[in-house]
């Protein structure tokens, strides 16, 4: 079953590796709140297990069925640019691009009416961005609660936070027990043993990291050598004195005592690593890491030896290659020990440039070929890694043109992904960054037409197309400005110049069959199709999307076959050639689940429906018009420029709910707005007419209002209401309480809102907290 739709979904909780030791009390206490506040924050320090007990509660959670849409999981440890957590966050829920709606407006329409909860894990970075995000989505989507890790709190209106602390005693010398029998085959401590264990665990205040960082040693040493060796260490920090540390400093400390058993391989290995955002294999830390003073064939021995002191996990195996990973804490140590570094890292993170601009560059090389699908897999799993290879890229002005063309060469994978705003926020930024004309600018705006033909933002594309072309001519890109001769004659067509349009795009479409060009031959037949199908004939259109299936058949392409395989089938049901549109509808859900190409799958799904409903498969079509609609926007898709096509889809809509009643037609729709596209390609695959195995439940209701007493205000409510009540201006409050001023303004919204108040003036005087 292909990619896309067929392998593990984005934001599902991961399977634990190893153990989960204690933690019975902050998890009641979790489990509690959220039954309180829609919004919870784990709080505590590096490497403290924020991540484990978060993800923990909320697989209990997703078991007892507590959220009637589930769990899902936006791991923002390799993002570092907060502009793109909403766009982070739409790709976590499978969100298709909208025209005239932003990544998060997308977010908050389709969490409206869902009771989902979200764990944000790793927000301390990117602390105000999670904080307006939250604010933003709480208020909109009633149904929605989020658990939240950070090493501080958001700051939100309503949140809640529970403080993590290390782990108490017992449970301390059971992790440490636990991850000792990993290393030793030893079952368990007694006696004077038992008591060294916990003398250690006492020592390193019950840190998990640190505790299965000194686990690893017993590898190496006797558990009492071990704990004689940590003592020594903590005399010396501390001059010989039983000085309380604070447990940043009792980690750095641990950390340090890993660092130093660590062979220098190992150490610069350590520090190098610290580029990479996300997972990685060894091919790619060979690639990345190694030098003269690390040859590439001594890479995996240190590697291997920092996967033994668990500084490096390994996190999963990619085609039977294993993929690892650093943990924040340990990746920011690293980070700190390589900027020390007399070069700083520079070279280290050219190298890592380079080795992601080539994934690029085969991902492009490779689109009209059996290689694609696994190329976008390659590209979703390295995702994180090439954002980071963006901002390498971009900071510098000599690797600044080839970032732009890594980001140009993405663009198949913008849009698969559903995440055209993404592509075109980096390709922004590196036209802005490249300047001067050369083949990457060219490109550059290319594509930005190209993505603003994909969201129906015309205006982009007409603004675009020229100067790509301009470019192309001073700078010898041919191959621009054959592609872009063709998208300016479709753009003349569209503009009311159909005939003189329509032969510039066929002279375009000659020139590029004859230079023999794969990719432009696939999509200039498709688009073109598209053209013809939009200003009226049919015929034209299924004679260019013949020709284009007949070039790309056996390729190995996917997502072009599909696009061209749906236009087919508009073309072929608005021509009133019904019983001939469902075979390509189904077989371009095929292709487009193998790359998990959301915009044309959920179209192929809308054509289905119609055929749905021709037969009178009634919730069959019901379920599957939800889907559709709630994947994409018509009104912001190119194939909606069809002249019949939104006459038609309100048509269908019409008859499916005067056949099924109101209420069942609703209850229908929404269980297909909730299914996912595996569920929804499975269940075409089965012929399926009713509710398909695994899709989800209808809504329950919404939970009633709270009650408009003081009682129902949050501590940092009740503050806040408490010096309006005095007269204090929200600027006075902010000073006061120390926190922004917009914090102080959504504060008071809330207490209007819970208080059933129309003005701040009529706020209570209410005791403090």
């Known amino acids: 079953m292909g990619y896309g739709f067929g392998q593990r979904r984005g934001g599902q909780l991961p399977v634990d590796l190893t153990s989960f030791v204690g933690r019975g009390e902050e998890l009641a206490l979790l489990g509690a709140a959220l039954e309180q506040s829609r919004l919870v924050t784990l709080v505590g320090p590096g490497g403290v297990g924020k991540s484990r007990t978060a993800l923990r509660a909320a697989g209990a959670l997703a078991e007892r069925g507590r959220f009637a849409d589930g769990v899902r999981l936006v791991e923002l440890s390799g993002l570092h640019d907060p502009e793109l957590v909403p766009a982070t966050l739409a790709g976590v829920l499978e969100l298709p691009e909208q025209s005239g709606m932003t990544p998060l407006d997308a977010v908050v329409e389709h969490l409206r009416g869902r009771g989902l909860l979200l764990v944000l894990d790793t927000c301390e970075h990117l602390v ?167 040859p590439a064939g001594q890479v995996v021995e240190a590697l291997i030896g920092l996967v033994d002191k668990s500084v490096v996990r390994r996190v999963g195996e990619d085609g039977g290659r294993g993929r690892y990973r650093m943990l924040d804490t340990l990746r920011e140590y690293g980070a700190g020990h390589l900027a020390d570094t007399p070069d700083a890292g520079g070279p280290v993170r050219l190298r890592h440039f380079a080795h992601y601009a080539e994934l690029g560059a085969r991902f492009w090389d490779g689109l009209l070929s059996g290689a694609q699908v696994a190329l976008h897999r390659a590209v979703r799993e390295d995702i994180a890694d090439l954002r980071a290879a963006l901002e390498h890229g971009l900071a510098a002005p000599e690797t600044a043109p080839d970032a732009l063309w890594l980001a140009a060469r993405l663009g198949p994978y913008w849009r698969a992904a559903g995440t055209i705003s993404e592509g075109r926020y980096w390709i922004g930024k590196g036209l802005d960054r490249t300047p001067q004309d050369c083949p ?200 909606a420029m069809l002249p019949r096509l939104l006459d038609e889809q309100e048509a269908v809509q019409r008859s499916v709910r005067a056949a099924l009643g109101d209420a069942e037609f609703e209850r229908w729709r929404e269980v297909g707005a909730r299914m996912s596209g595996r569920q929804v390609l499975e269940a075409v695959r089965a012929d399926a007419d009713a509710v398909p195995a695994g899709a989800p439940a209808p809504p329950p209701a919404a939970p009633p209002a709270r009650s408009r007493t003081v009682a129902s205000l949050t501590r940092r409510e009740r503050e806040v209401a408490a010096l309006v009540a005095r007269g204090l201006s929200n600027r006075e409050i902010a000073g006061r309480l120390v926190i922004s001023k917009r914090t102080v303004d959504a504060h008071v919204e809330h207490i209007l809102a819970k208080l059933g108040i129309a003005s701040r003036t009529e706020i209570p005087a209410v005791a403090g907290p």
Do not use: N
């Not at 709190?153 to 992790?175: N, S």
């Not at 020594?232 to 980690?251: P, Y």
């Not at 193998?594 to 749905?612: F, I, P, Q, S």
């Open 440 to 639: 990457q600018r060219a490109w550059g705006l290319f594509m930005t037409g190209v993505l603003g033909v994909w969201t129906a933002d015309l205006t982009a594309a007409l603004e675009s197309f020229p100067r790509a072309r301009e470019v192309a001519v001073r700078v010898g890109e041919r191959r621009v400005e054959l592609f872009a001769d063709a998208y300016l004659g479709a753009m003349r067509a569209l503009g009311g110049d159909v005939d003189g349009g329509l032969a510039a795009l066929e002279r375009a479409r000659l020139r590029i069959v004859a230079a023999g060009d794969g990719l432009g031959i696939g999509v200039v037949h498709y688009e073109g199709a598209l053209l013809r199908a939009v200003l009226g004939d049919p015929a034209g259109a299924l004679k260019l999307c013949e020709t284009g299936l007949a070039h790309l058949e056996g390729t190995g392409e996917c997502q072009l076959y599909a696009s061209t395989l749906t236009v087919e089938g508009m073309v072929r049901w608005l021509s009133g050639d019904h019983g001939e549109s469902a075979e390509p509808f189904r077989r371009a859900l095929e292709a487009a689940g193998e790359v998990g190409e959301v915009l044309v799958a959920a179209l192929a799904c809308l054509g289905l429906a119609w055929d749905a409903a021709r037969r009178g498969r009634q919730v069959r079509a019901c379920w599957l018009l939800g889907y559709a609609e709630h994947a994409r926007r018509l009104a912001g898709d190119p194939v």
């Open 128 to 294: 105000d961005a999670c904080a307006m995000l939250c604010d933003i989505l709480l208020r909109e989507a009633a149904g929605l609660s989020v658990l939240a890790t950070s090493r501080q709190p958001l700051d939100v209106p309503g949140e809640h936070c529970v403080p993590l602390a290390p782990l108490p005693g017992e449970d301390a010398a059971d992790l440490f027990l636990q991850r000792a029998a990993a290393v030793t085959g030893d079952a368990g401590a007694t006696g004077p043993d038992r008591e060294r264990v916990l003398a250690l665990v006492d020592r390193l205040d019950g840190i998990p990291l640190a505790l299965e960082l000194a686990a690893v040693r017993l590898r190496a040493v006797p558990l009492a050598e071990l704990v004689d060796r940590l003592e020594s260490r903590f005399e010396v920090l501390t001059g010989g004195r039983r000085t309380v540390l604070t447990r940043h400093q009792t980690l750095r400390t641990a950390i340090d005592w890993s660092h130093d058993l660590c062979t220098p391989r190992e150490r610069l290995l350590w520090a190098r690593l610290s580029v990479f955002a996300g997972s990685f294999g060894l091919a790619a830390a060979e690639r990345v890491c190694a030098d003269g003073a690390l």
